[in-house]
């Protein structure tokens, strides 16, 4: 093999001894040699080419496997020569002709700026143990440095690198579910994203309205609780950084929720997780199991993320009463009117002037059966306005279906109060359309219910905790804002439908009014018998209630001896309240094109609505969170207790039980109490401010005249008395404030 001559002294001075004095040459300042034999210098890096391989020495470049040599006096590293000797002791070095041929001629003379270097710093690697570099890889990184994975078309910054378990996002497995296939990953996605509040709401401290949200204006709550501004602009970067779209939506502010629309390839990568196509029960959905994995920089901002998962979520709580039971069983089923008078409604109560909101996950109205329905009740037809959730909408079927929830639901709420206004807020059954359609109707400022029902639910253990969380913070949003919330509780008993002791959701969140189930026997406006409702022998449903296993005991019930949860954390009771559920003496109602009689707690939570819809316009304001209110007051003289029957694990009693809460209702003695804490409230305010605390109470005594000098001090400690519960009102909190 012919030798490598050697680089001319003219070009290369060798290295000094003095390693101190020694220099890396600057790359620009090197000029190419001119070629000698078939030996060329390597240029600078951007205009040299390697030598191309010959025979079987082709020389590639691994990083992993060769170490780098110690940079010589110029700068160059030949190809097969060992490491150099420590720079003090360097000698000028002579290329070896162990296995390497000598390039070609021309190499040399290529031009400089129409090649690529050969990778700089790197010493020559034996041909035989090493693999040749990927191709348009500039300067390999070692083996230990793991390069950053793509994402979308770009490269994930290293804020973004970090992840974190979104706390509570975790979702089981779906039971007997049949895989199919993963998601296409050009799919169309779209996501909630539910961020934190700008400032927590403030709890009530006041007898009456204790543990409660305080009430805030509309203004007051754009001001201060609706999202955060900065958590909005994280999730726009956040979404930027992963191709997703922000779906505009002039409610998101309020609503605390923003719209991302993405593939599936893109959601995955975005949020950590794993997409698939399963069937359960024939029908195929999109799922997802275990937890979701956000960046870290979103840790204590995003509060949920709904919609990866499309499987259903809730179930509507309506019975319809067998043929069977209907010719063998007594008394008798009822007009939603004969309820409502039953219970002691108002005379000539309307709603006039209110609007109760719907929520409906499923199924569609007829008009041609409403009109048919209250012309046999003589009444007028409602006003009936629909709204699209996630694009849900009127979808009535020619049988069975969820149209008895939905007929059932208006025909009842229509008929107790027929001056109200109905909206319907449709929605697809998945915990996104759930929470998406809540938050839609609490902030709907066109149609302004005052009162919403809900007839959807499922047991506790098949949600996760973010989306409980989320869609009970949306429910003291509504407290917040004076917006009313009645919850069916379930139709299958203490169970729940599946094994064990459990409540259902959202009835069992602290801030709604969860609605239990009796049978009725009643004649006109005299209630013969009123039980617990319990078919389950007869498999025809059974009132639910319990003991919630994720939301604490709240502070109005803990005088009303609920029993311990079963497991670890809960405490809060359900239900709140009852009324008329089992379908044996249920409501007449029309759907499907005739007449039938349907039950259930479904039935409870409109009957309610209807209730509220009556005091706030009795009232002249609304009456919101009734919870703190019931629970303080004296019940035995506005509810009908409840204190035979069971509904499985639980027997009712005297006082609130897990079976029917504390009653049906009287609503003639009922709406009063409703008023009285507000009422007060609302009065007193601004007497108080000048009433109130150190001097300025007596001199507002002194200005009464000839009273100053003969009253005597017990008349101003009485007058300071009278005042004090207004102390607590927002108006004196302000006043005192400033002093």
């Known amino acids: 093999m012919a030798k490598s001559p050697r680089i001319k002294s003219e070009s290369v001075k060798p290295p000094e001894s003095n390693a101190e004095s020694l220099k890396p040459p600057q790359p620009l300042s090197v000029k190419p040699p001119e070629p000698t ?32 040599p110690e940079p010589t006096g110029d700068g160059v590293s030949a190809l097969s020569v060992k490491p150099p000797e420590p ?40 041909p035989k143990s090493v ?21 979308g078309d770009g490269v994930k910054s290293p804020a973004l690198r970090a992840r974190v378990l979104l706390p509570g996002s975790e979702k089981s497995p779906a039971p007997k579910a049949v895989h199919v296939k993963a998601t296409p990953s050009k799919s169309k996605i779209t996501v909630s994203v539910i961020v934190k509040r700008k400032e927590p709401l403030k709890i009530n401290q006041r007898v009456g309205r204790s543990s409660g949200p305080v009430r805030v204006t509309r203004a007051e709550y754009m001001k201060h609780h609706a999202a955060d501004p900065s958590a909005i602009k994280l999730v726009k970067a956040f979404a930027k950084e992963f191709n997703l779209k922000v779906e505009d939506d002039p409610t998101q502010t309020a609503r605390r929720t923003i ?32 937890g979701i994995h956000l960046p870290a920089s979103l840790t204590g901002v995003v509060e949920a993320v709904l ?40 005379a000539n109560a309307s709603g006039a002037g209110q609007t109760i909101g719907i929520i409906e996950l499923g199924g569609g109205y007829s008009q041609a059966d409403l009109n048919a329905y209250f012309k046999s009740l003589s009444l007028p037809a409602p006003a009936i306005t629909t709204v699209s959730v996630n694009g849900g909408k009127n979808a009535p079927s020619k049988k069975g279906g969820s149209d008895g929830e939905v007929m059932l639901d208006i025909e009842v709420a229509s008929s107790v109060a027929p001056g109200a206004k109905i909206v319907m807020y449709f929605t697809p059954n998945t915990d996104q359309g759930f929470a998406d359609a809540i938050t839609t109707a609490i902030h709907d400022t066109t149609n302004k219910p005052s009162v919403i029902s809900i007839s959807w639910g499922g047991p506790e253990s098949t949600w996760t905790a973010q989306a409980m969380t989320a869609m009970d913070a949306a429910c003291q949003s509504a407290a917040a804002l004076g917006v009313t919330i009645t919850v069916a509780a379930g139709d299958n008993g203490s169970s729940d439908g599946i094994k064990g002791a459990n409540v259902d959701f959202p009835a069992s969140s602290p801030h709604v009014l969860a609605c239990g189930g009796t049978k009725l026997d009643a004649s006109g406006s005299t209630i013969v018998s009123e039980v617990v409702w319990n078919e389950l022998a007869l498999k025809d449903g059974a009132t639910g209630g319990g003991v919630s296993n994720f939301f604490a005991l709240p502070s109005w019930q803990a005088n009303a001896k609920v029993p311990a949860p079963s497991g670890k954390t809960g405490g809060r009771g359900v239900p709140d309240v009852a009324g008329n559920a089992d379908p044996t003496t249920g409501y007449q109602v029309r759907y499907d094109g005739s007449p039938t009689v349907l039950g259930g707690t479904s039935a409870v939570a409109p009957l309610w609505a209807g209730l509220v819809a009556i005091a706030n316009q009795q009232l002249g304001t609304q009456v919101g969170y009734l919870n703190p209110i019931i629970y303080t007051a004296k019940p035995a003289a506005t509810f009908n207790d409840i204190t035979v029957g069971n509904n499985g694990a639980f027997s009712a009693g005297p006082g609130w039980d897990a079976c029917t809460g504390l009653g049906s209702p009287n609503a003639a003695k009922l709406i009063p109490l409703l008023a009285a804490p507000s009422a007060t409230a609302a009065k007193k305010p601004k007497k108080a401010a000048k009433t109130v605390k150190g001097k300025k109470p007596a001199r507002t005594v002194r200005k009464a005249g000839p009273v100053k000098k003969t009253a005597p001090a017990k008349k101003k400690a009485t007058t300071a008395k009278k005042a004090a519960p207004a102390k607590k009102s927002k108006p004196v909190k302000k006043k005192s404030g400033k002093k």
Do not use: C, M
């Open 307 to 346: 919609g990866l998962d499309n499987r259903p979520q809730a179930q509507p709580h309506f019975r319809v009463r067998t043929r069977r039971r209907a010719a063998t069983t007594a008394p008798t089923s009822h007009t939603p009117p004969q309820i409502a008078q039953a219970y002691k409604w108002p």
């Open 87 to 126: 720079i003090g002791s360097a000698k000028p070095r002579q290329l070896k002709p162990r296995s390497v041929k000598p390039p070609e001629p021309n190499v040399a003379a290529a031009k400089p700026r129409s090649v690529k270097p050969p990778e700089p710093n790197v010493a020559a690697a034996k």
């Open 37 to 68: 034999g078939g030996s060329a210098r390597a240029f600078e890096p951007e205009s040299v080419k390697p030598p191309e391989p010959t025979g079987d020495s082709a020389r590639a470049f691994e990083p992993a496997s060769v170490k780098p």
């Open 259 to 290: 719209k991302l629309t993405g593939t599936a390839a893109d959601i995955q990568k975005a949020f950590g997780v794993s997409l698939d196509q399963k069937k359960i029960g024939g029908v195929e959905y999109r799922v997802r199991e275990g």
């Open 131 to 151: 693999k040749p570099p990927e191709p348009n890889v500039v300067a390999a990184k070692p083996k230990s440095v793991k390069p950053p994975e793509p994402v």
